[in-house]
C-alpha cells in the first residue's frame, strides 16, 4: 500500500480556503500534491452531489473547505454546507464509503499551515483506507 497515491478532491471556498491554499504555495509549504483543488465561491454552493461525482470518477477521498463559523462570506453558507453533509456522511457509510473519506472543515485566508495540515492528514487517512472501490454497486446507487 506504500506506493498507493490517493486522489484527493478538496473543494475550496474562494474567499477563506482557496486563499489559505494559495497562501501555502506562496509561503512554499508544501502539501501532498494529490489533493486537487476546485474552487468554489462557497462552501454552501457545494452540492451534495458533486461529491458523490468525485467519489463515482475515481476520488479516494473528497474535503470540502469553508470559512470558519462567522466568516462566511454569504453570511451562512458554511452552516448550510454543515447541515447537509451531517446528512452526506450518514449516507455515505450506508453505501458502503468509509465516512473518514469525506471532511468538511475550515480555512482562513491566513491559516496556510491549517491547509497543509489538513491536505496531510486526510492525504495519510485515505493512505491507510487504501483505494476506495465502488465496484459492484448499482451507479444509481452512488449518482
Ligand atoms: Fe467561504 Fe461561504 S464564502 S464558506
Same mark, same amino acid.
Given at each position: 500500500m506504500d506506493d498507493f497515491n490517493p486522489a484527493i478532491i478538496a473543494f475550496v471556498c474562494n474567499w477563506c480556503s482557496?486563499?489559505?491554499a494559495d497562501k501555502? %504555495?506562496?509561503?512554499k509549504l508544501p502539501y501532498p500534491s494529490n489533493v486537487k483543488l476546485i474552487r468554489v /465561491?462557497?462552501? %454552501?454552493? #457545494?452540492?451534495?452531489?458533486? #461529491?458523490m461525482k468525485a467519489f463515482r470518477e475515481g476520488a479516494d477521498g473528497v474535503m470540502v473547505l469553508g470559512c470558519h463559523p462567522g466568516d462566511c462570506h454569504y453570511r451562512n453558507g458554511? /452552516?448550510?454546507a454543515l447541515r447537509r453533509f451531517k446528512l452526506l456522511e450518514r449516507m455515505l457509510s450506508q453505501l458502503g464509503?468509509?465516512?473518514e473519506? =469525506?471532511?468538511?472543515?475550515? #480555512?482562513?485566508?491566513?491559516?496556510?499551515?491549517? =491547509?497543509?495540515?489538513?491536505?496531510?492528514k486526510m492525504t495519510d487517512?485515505?493512505?491507510?483506507?487504501?483505494?476506495?472501490?465502488?465496484? %459492484?454497486m448499482v451507479e444509481s446507487e452512488v449518482a
Open positions: 482557496y486563499a489559505g501555502a %504555495g506562496g509561503q /465561491m462557497c462552501s %454552501g454552493r #457545494v452540492d451534495p452531489q458533486f #461529491v458554511n /452552516m448550510k464509503i468509509e465516512k473519506r =469525506f471532511k468538511l472543515d475550515w #480555512v482562513s485566508a491566513g491559516e496556510s499551515a491549517r =491547509f497543509q495540515e489538513l491536505a496531510k487517512t485515505i493512505k491507510k483506507l487504501g483505494p476506495l472501490h465502488l465496484r %459492484g
